[in-house]
């Protein structure tokens, strides 16, 4: 199984994948690291990112996750994931599932507030709420939890207890 937790910046991802990931023994990647050096420029400096700037970013996706499933190697990929475009071309088969982690903008600044050393800061949550196109048929987990209890959530939601 891929799981790929989403949502917009600061809803945390990475926090909640790294713990799902690690109690799982499964392989964890944060999407992030996926940029080319010219998105991640554009993000440090609040830019948001167009459909174009992203395009590449997604084909390394895929790419993994396709090399995941013919390993038959289980993983969690942090991934913003916030159209249903990038979402279509992310589900390459039934072993992919989507985590919707959901909050409030008003929680989520207060995060990103709070939050250090990541390039990817405050200056880019309304670009990033304002692309959000809310998935369907997911899991969806509030973030006004511990990264604990959503991990709970999430294991419980998947089937994956």
């Known amino acids: 199984m891929i799981v790929i937790v989403m949502g917009v910046v600061g809803s945390g991802k990475t926090t909640v994948g790294k713990l799902l990931a690690g ?12 940029h080319p050096a010219s ?14 700037d992203r ?4 084909d390394r996706l895929r790419a993994a996750i396709l090399e995941w499933i013919a390993k ?4 969690v990929l942090a991934c913003s994931a916030l159209k249903r475009t990038y979402r279509a071309k992310l589900h390459v088969g039934p072993e ?3 985590v919707y982690l959901k909050g409030s903008a008003a929680l989520i600044t207060e995060r990103l507030r709070s939050r250090h050393g ?6 880019i949550l309304a670009s990033q709420m304002a692309d959000l196109e809310e998935p369907e048929s997911v899991l969806v987990v509030d973030i006004d939890a511990s990264p604990q209890k959503i991990v709970d959530q999430i294991r419980k939601g998947l089937g994956i207890e």
């Open 96 to 98: 992919v599932r989507f």
């Open 39 to 52: 998105n991640v420029e554009k993000i440090s400096h609040g830019i948001p990112l167009t459909d174009q």
């Open 118 to 123: 990541h390039f990817a800061g405050e200056a």
């Open 23 to 34: 109690e799982l023994g499964w392989e964890f990647a944060d999407a992030d690291d996926f």
């Open 72 to 75: 038959k190697q289980n993983a």
């Open 55 to 58: 395009d590449p970013w997604l």
